[in-house]
């Protein structure tokens, strides 16, 4: 028994099942079911949601889920060894965890879930950036989860909540900011994993926002974020050139100095800079 439920210890399933870690699947697991425990309870009352999970591995954090309440989980697996282990879990939690074997890049979950959505994962760190960013850019917003609430290395952490100004600000703190309100729920050393990663890890918390802070086409926006941070060390009116022989003009228009850097300019700048983009 493992204190949260009546299911054996993390260590006991990873040896029944054979769930030796594979680092080209990222697998850093948590096997201390209070803390996956406290990760569930970051999101908040999850008895009348469905919670998508990316990457339940054994299923510690799967269990804290379910044991916090969550009406239902969707747990989309791609390593198939563990997929007997969250069978386990399933039987013990009748009708409240729903298993997919497959890779999380490429599975549609939309006709798995209903009502009130929310994201809690564990991410694997090779594909972490690609599913936040897919997940923060979908075609219309509000989005299908009202939550994400996701481990990743520190730095990336960082970079999402980062203010201008700082070395982190860039392209991930505009597209999470822009449309959801951010915030570092918890730091966790690498030694809380099983393996210890080389890094630091932390859990954000994104709230989705009802409409975007400021107004702006989420294309444009896309667009010129990346290509002004591509260059972040260069004034805008250089680091921004292929946008146009008129960027000066659109700079200025939006109350951005042409020679400032991508750093120093605030959310509502650039949201100003695509709408004034996309109106020519
Ligand atoms: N949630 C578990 C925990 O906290 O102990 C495991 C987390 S581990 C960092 C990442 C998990 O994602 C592994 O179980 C790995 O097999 C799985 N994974 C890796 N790539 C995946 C993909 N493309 N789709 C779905 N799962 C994936």
Same mark, same amino acid.
């Given at each position: 028994?493992?204190?949260?439920?009546?299911?054996?210890?993390?260590?006991?399933?990873?040896?029944?099942?054979?769930?030796?870690?594979?680092?080209?699947?990222?697998?850093?697991?948590?096997?201390?079911?209070?803390?996956?425990?406290?990760?569930?309870?970051?999101?908040?009352?999850?008895?009348?949601?469905?919670?998508? !999970?990316?990457? $339940?591995?054994?299923?510690? +954090? #799967?269990?804290?889920?379910?044991?916090?309440? %969550?009406? /239902?989980?969707? =747990?989309?697996?791609?390593?198939?060894?563990?997929?007997?282990?969250?069978?386990?879990?399933?039987?013990?939690?009748?009708?409240?965890?729903?298993?997919?074997?497959?890779?999380?890049?490429?599975?549609?979950?939309?006709?798995?879930?209903?009502?009130?959505?929310?994201?809690?994962?564990?991410?694997?760190?090779?594909?972490?950036?690609?599913?936040?960013?897919?997940?923060?850019?979908?075609? !219309?917003?509000? $989005?299908?989860?009202?939550? +994400? #609430?996701?481990?990743?290395?520190?730095?990336? %952490?960082? /970079?999402?909540? =980062?203010?201008?100004?700082?070395?982190?600000?860039?392209?991930?703190?505009?597209?999470?900011?822009?449309?959801?309100?951010?915030?570092?729920?918890?730091?966790?050393?690498?030694?809380?994993?099983?393996?210890?990663?080389?890094?630091?890890?932390?859990?954000?918390?994104?709230?989705?926002?009802?409409?975007?802070?400021?107004?702006?086409?989420?294309?444009?926006?896309?667009?010129?974020?990346?290509?002004?941070?591509?260059?972040?060390?260069?004034?805008?009116?250089?680091?921004?050139?292929?946008?146009?022989?008129?960027?000066?003009?659109?700079?200025?228009?939006?109350?951005?100095?042409?020679?400032?850097?991508?750093?120093?300019?605030?959310?509502?700048?650039?949201?100003?800079?695509?709408?004034?983009?996309?109106?020519?």
């Amino acid at each position: 028994m493992s204190g949260i439920d009546d299911l054996p210890p993390l260590r006991q399933v990873i040896g029944d099942f054979g769930l030796s870690a594979r680092k080209s699947l990222g697998q850093n697991f948590l096997l201390d079911l209070n803390l996956t425990a406290r990760i569930a309870r970051v999101p908040g009352d999850l008895s009348g949601c469905d919670v998508l !999970e990316v990457g $339940p591995g054994p299923g510690g +954090l #799967t269990r804290g889920l379910l044991a916090s309440g %969550a009406r /239902r989980v969707l =747990a989309v697996e791609k390593d198939a060894r563990c997929i007997p282990a969250l069978q386990q879990i399933a039987k013990a939690y009748p009708g409240r965890l729903k298993v997919l074997h497959g890779d999380a890049l490429e599975i549609d979950v939309g006709a798995h879930l209903s009502g009130e959505v929310r994201v809690v994962a564990n991410l694997p760190y090779n594909i972490g950036t690609e599913l936040l960013v897919r997940w923060l850019t979908p075609p !219309e917003w509000p $989005p299908f989860w009202r939550s +994400l #609430t996701l481990m990743f290395q520190r730095e990336v %952490a960082q /970079r999402i909540v =980062a203010e201008p100004g700082s070395k982190a600000y860039g392209r991930l703190a505009i597209l999470a900011q822009w449309r959801s309100d951010v915030r570092i729920a918890l730091s966790l050393p690498p030694e809380a994993f099983t393996p210890p990663p080389k890094v630091s890890s932390a859990v954000v918390h994104l709230t989705a926002l009802p409409a975007p802070r400021f107004a702006a086409d989420a294309a444009m926006l896309s667009r010129v974020v990346a290509m002004a941070f591509n260059q972040r060390r260069k004034m805008l009116r250089a680091a921004l050139k292929g946008m146009g022989p008129d960027i000066e003009d659109h700079l200025t228009a939006a109350g951005i100095s042409p020679t400032e850097r991508a750093e120093q300019v605030p959310l509502e700048g650039f949201c100003a800079l695509a709408r004034s983009l996309h109106n020519r």
